[in-house]
């Protein structure tokens, strides 16, 4: 077995735009030209029903965090200790595969909880490495950042391909405070939750790399 492997392509895309241009002009690949990739959810619905898994990953890849919910609370149960949370949850298709993902990971580090540089692994419903997915979700700055690599099977040669994603979303949170204008002991002294929409984001590919498996 080889220790590394040259990738068959990469792809850097920084728009849906760019992606389209690169890879309409992937005609070493044989690939038929789709159009410019249109950011309409139907039209990546109907991608991933006629195209197959090798093709929709180099001509529609995209993902979609679904149903993503953040949550999080500081409580004070005294004026000095403090009991804090962070949750956030999802689930991820990507137009190249038939199943979803569930994401979620939760942080005991406010005041964002959650921050670029950490990862949280997917959980899909085959546990093969090949299929993992990795995201980050940067609170501050509500960028959703995915990593994946998965394994078409369909064309001549089984593809590798490793891809990565982000999105900027802005969600809608309502933070609540409240405070114990006569804390005595054993009352909780503050509280402050914030609770935001669940939401729906299409997260597009920012690389794209192929190789041989
Ligand atoms: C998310 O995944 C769970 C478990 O697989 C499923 O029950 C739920 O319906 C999914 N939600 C969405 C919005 O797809
Ligand atoms: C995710 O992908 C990006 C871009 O390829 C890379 O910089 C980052 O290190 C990756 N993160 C992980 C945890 O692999
Ligand atoms: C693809 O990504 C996975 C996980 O990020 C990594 O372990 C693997 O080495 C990558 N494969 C190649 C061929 O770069
Ligand atoms: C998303 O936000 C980052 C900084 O947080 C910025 O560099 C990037 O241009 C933004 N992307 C889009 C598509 O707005
Ligand atoms: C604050 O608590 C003390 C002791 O329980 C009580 O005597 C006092 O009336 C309370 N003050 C207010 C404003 O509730
Ligand atoms: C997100 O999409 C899923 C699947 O299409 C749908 O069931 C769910 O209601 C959507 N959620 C929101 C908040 O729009």
């Known amino acids: 077995m080889r220790a590394w492997r040259f990738p068959l392509m990469i792809l850097l895309f920084s728009s849906a735009t760019t992606l389209a241009?690169?890879?309409?002009?992937g005609a070493s690949f044989g690939l038929s030209r789709l159009g410019p990739?249109?950011?309409?959810r139907q039209r990546h619905e109907r991608e991933k029903r006629s195209l197959g898994c090798s093709d929709a990953s180099f001509h529609a890849l995209a993902w979609r965090a679904m149903d993503f919910y953040f949550h999080s609370y500081i409580t004070y149960s005294?004026?000095?200790?403090?009991?804090?949370?962070?949750?956030?949850?999802?689930?991820l298709s990507n137009t190249?595969?038939?199943f979803e993902m569930g994401c979620s990971a939760t942080s005991a580090q406010p005041q964002d909880f959650f921050y670029s540089n950490q990862w949280y692994r997917c959980q899909g419903p085959d546990t093969k490495t090949?299929?993992?997915a990795l995201f980050s979700f940067d609170r501050s700055a509500g960028r959703l950042s995915v990593n994946q690599s998965w394994?078409?099977?369909d064309d001549q040669w089984p593809t590798i391909f490793?891809?990565?994603?982000?999105?900027?979303?802005t969600l809608d949170c309502t933070t609540s405070q409240w405070q114990n204008q006569n804390w005595t002991a054993g009352e909780i002294y503050s509280n402050e939750i914030v609770d935001c929409a669940v939401k729906n984001v299409t997260i597009q590919p920012i690389a794209l790399e192929a190789y041989s498996a």
Do not use: K, R, Y
């Open 21 to 25: 241009a690169a890879i309409n002009g």
């Open 96 to 98: 190249a595969l038939p």
């Open 37 to 40: 990739l249109a950011s309409s």
């Open 151 to 153: 394994v078409c099977e």
């Open 78 to 91: 005294t004026p000095s200790h403090q009991v804090v949370g962070g949750w956030v949850v999802f689930n």
């Open 130 to 132: 090949a299929d993992a």
């Open 162 to 169: 490793n891809a990565s994603g982000a999105t900027n979303m």
